[in-house]
Structures are given as structure tokens and as C-alpha cells.
């Protein structure tokens, strides 16, 4: 799961009495599934395949994570090094597009001759544009670099992203002031009258963080302010334990590594 940004570093972020939150991008489905660097069930993480599986399985978004290359193209790897995903070595950042684009990410699979490669972000716009809707972990790149692509692909409407740091919250409502931003809840967050007070001074349109910190009242705070809460719940042994405890807390997404298994057990629950 993805560290919760620190309160402190948001202090000077000036909140708005007349603030209200962008809406998230449009989906069909009242609750959210949000497949986790893509549906990697089958096939690598952050890959194409993996983006087109999330697809065909129906989920409402692919969490994708966005870098900068040497060259300033941006891509897609959760990591900032390609040492844990591909046959090759280094930092992203040191990387030029060209010397990416040799690697191959490695398969699950030890015995498949497919070949997968890192892909950029313009391809994974291609890919999801009136598919998908991208959920933007925005790991290292330009806000207004990434928005001008955003708008190149007529994309605007099918984007969120996640911040990560106070300069991209700040970046990101100078280059795209409607464009929805998600914060997680700090771990420190457990009652009602501290989330109120989080949603006042940081403004996010969208809440994350973990799906055990969120409790009945909270979710209904945040409903009441037209926020939504879209949690983590990926982890070694996510199941229907797990799903079923979101779906007491009155929570209407998550975020999974196992997109296509949620999606059935919501249709066997009646909300799909």
C-alpha cells in the first residue's frame, strides 16, 4: 500500500470556504473497481496487456504509475529503477525512452515467449480512451506536461490523479484546476471529527488510503461533502472477507490486484 501524504507538508495549502470538489471521471457502475498497475492476474504489472485484461474484465479504472524518462518522455513502471520488472538496470530518471524500450518486463509466466515492454503514456492513453478511465499515481513527471498529453488525447474527462507530494498538489491545481485529486487519509486520521478536519484543510476530490481505516460514519462524512472514498485493499490475501467488510462499511470502490474476481463477486452481490 502506498504511504498517506504527511499533514505536515500540505500546511501551506489555503483552504476555501466555498470550496467544492471536482467530480470524478464518469463510470457506469455505482461501485468502483479500480484495477491495481492494471490487471496483472495474467500478465505483468503496468504493461499494456495488463491495462487491456483490466478492460475486458470490466473494471472502471487502471491504476497506473507515471515516470519521467532522461529525455522527458513519460512511462509507466512502478518503480523508479527498472531492476525488479525487466532484464535491464538503472534508474528511470537516467534512462533515455530509446534504451527503455529495448528492455523486456519480465513474465509471471517462466515458460511464455511474449514479450512485454514499458509502456509510455501516450500509448496507455491510446489503449483507454472511451474504455477505461486512468487512475494517475503520479509518481515523478511535470503536472503540466502530463495534463497537455492528457488534453492532446481528449482524455479530460477520463482522468484522476493521485498525489503523492505537496509541490504536485499545488502543480496540479495551477496546470488543471478541475482536474480531480486524491489524497490518501493519514493513518493518524480515526474519527470522524479528524477526517472533517483533513477534508477542510487539504480539499481532496477523492479519498484513498486503506480500507480498514474507514468506518461507517466516516464514509457517510464524506458522501455528505460529494467526496468520494475509493480505498486500497490489495494485499497477499485479499479475498471475500475483505470485499465483504468494505461492503458494511457502506464504501462504493476499491483498489485490487484481483479486478476480475471483484467484479464477479459485486455482480453475485447485486451491484454490478
Not at 467530480?23 to 479500480?34: G, Q, T
Amino acid at each position: 500500500m502506498r504511504l498517506p501524504i504527511l499533514i505536515t507538508v500540505l500546511l501551506s495549502i489555503t483552504a476555501s470556504d466555498n470550496w467544492q470538489p471536482n467530480p470524478a471521471p464518469v463510470s457506469k457502475h455505482k461501485f468502483i473497481v479500480a484495477a491495481h498497475r492494471g490487471d496483472h492476474v495474467i500478465y505483468p504489472e503496468n504493461t499494456l496487456e495488463a491495462y487491456r485484461e483490466a478492460i475486458k474484465n470490466e473494471a472502471d479504472y487502471v491504476e497506473i504509475d507515471l515516470r519521467t524518462t532522461k529525455d522527458g518522455e513519460l512511462v509507466s513502471m512502478h518503480d523508479g529503477s527498472v531492476n525488479r520488472m525487466t532484464n535491464g538496470q538503472g534508474q528511470i530518471k537516467d534512462l533515455t525512452l530509446a534504451e527503455l524500450e529495448l528492455l523486456q518486463v519480465k513474465s509471471k509466466d517462466i515458460t511464455s515467449t511474449e514479450i512485454y515492454r514499458i509502456p509510455t503514456f501516450k500509448q496507455i492513453l491510446q489503449v483507454c480512451k472511451n474504455k477505461i478511465n486512468i487512475y494517475l499515481d503520479f509518481k515523478a513527471a511535470d503536472p503540466a506536461i502530463a495534463y497537455q498529453m492528457i488534453k492532446q488525447y481528449g482524455m479530460e474527462k477520463q482522468v484522476l490523479v493521485y498525489i503523492n507530494s505537496a509541490p504536485q498538489f499545488t502543480g496540479w491545481r495551477k496546470a488543471a484546476p478541475k482536474m480531480p485529486l486524491m489524497l490518501s487519509l493519514p493513518d493518524s486520521v480515526k474519527t470522524v471529527t479528524g477526517m472533517a478536519d483533513f477534508i477542510s484543510k487539504y480539499q481532496p476530490d477523492i479519498l484513498d488510503g486503506s480500507y480498514k481505516q474507514y468506518n461507517a460514519d466516516m464514509v457517510k462524512l464524506a458522501e455528505s461533502k460529494h467526496i468520494p472514498v475509493w480505498p486500497d485493499i490489495q494485499s497477499a490475501g485479499e479475498g471475500l472477507a475483505d470485499w465483504d467488510k468494505a461492503l458494511a462499511t457502506g464504501l462504493s470502490g476499491l483498489q485490487t490486484d484481483h479486478p476480475a474476481a471483484l467484479v464477479k463477486y459485486l455482480k453475485g452481490r447485486g451491484l454490478r
